[in-house]
């Protein structure tokens, strides 16, 4: 089926340990987005990529960092986890920025001890 | 800052009732807003969206109400089901800008 494919589904990391946060979308959309979604704080946008090639930092950009690898994959990269990056983080898609039916993924849980 | 809020945080309805959801926003500038539905264990999904030149907007069940002059939009929900039981998210942004404000959710449970 068409849609936002995350992996993996769910990750317990060390402090200090990395991973990276994989996102494909198999819908031809331009724009790619990342967010993390805490308790009673909404979804936040970490950094979205407005097309192949750009990356722009979103509200909450500080501990992480990003590749679009190409129109399909965009990545999200922890370095050096902490427990403040405990979250589930959706990856989300749209055909166009500004064209705001985005696509999500079913999001990955990630704790950080 | 500008943020987007709900009025409530959880709501219940009985089954085959309707149900609002209210949402307030502070950023004048905005005007583009869209409603998203996260089940349980999924990633949210776009319901419906409204631009600033309109006042209402109907779907398939649901209604969205926009009054500017307030700053508050709803989410009509029409004969509730169980299947709408979920948390629904409010967003704004300046159509064409990347950026969307999420609001903090409602939680509607529906009563069988």
């Known amino acids: 089926n068409a849609g936002v494919t995350q992996t993996p589904k769910f990750q317990v990391l060390k402090t200090g340990q990395s991973m990276t946060l994989q996102c494909a979308q198999d819908?031809?959309?331009?724009?790619m987005y990342w967010y993390r979604q805490d308790p009673g704080m909404g979804l936040r946008l970490i950094y979205y990529?407005?097309?192949?090639?750009?990356?722009d930092k979103g509200e909450v950009p500080n501990g992480y960092n990003v590749s679009r690898l190409n129109k399909r994959e965009f990545s999200l990269r922890l370095e050096s986890a902490a427990p403040s990056q405990t979250s589930v983080y959706f990856c989300?898609?749209?055909?166009?920025?500004?064209?705001?039916?985005?696509?999500f993924g079913s999001g990955t849980r990630l704790t950080v001890v | 800052g500008e943020s987007v809020g709900l009025h409530l945080p959880t709501l219940s309805v009985q089954e085959g009732d309707n149900s609002i959801i209210n949402c307030a926003y502070s950023?004048?500038?905005?005007?583009?807003f869209i409603w998203y539905k996260q089940e349980s264990g999924k990633g949210p999904q776009f319901i419906i969206d409204?631009?600033?030149?309109?006042d209402k907007r109907q779907g398939q069940r649901v209604t969205v109400l926009l009054n500017k002059t307030v700053k508050h939009l709803s989410l009509q929900i029409a004969a509730t089901q169980p299947g709408d039981s979920a948390v629904y998210f409010c967003?704004?942004?300046?159509?064409?800008?990347?950026?969307?404000?999420f609001g903090t959710g409602t939680r509607l449970t529906i009563i069988p």
């Open positions: 819908m031809n959309h331009n724009s």
């Open positions: 967003a704004e942004s300046q159509f064409g800008n990347e950026k969307l404000t």
């Open positions: 409204i631009r600033s030149n309109m």
């Open positions: 950023n004048s500038a905005s005007d583009y």
């Open positions: 989300a898609s749209s055909a166009q920025t500004g064209i705001y039916g985005y696509t």
């Open positions: 990529s407005a097309s192949e090639g750009t990356t």
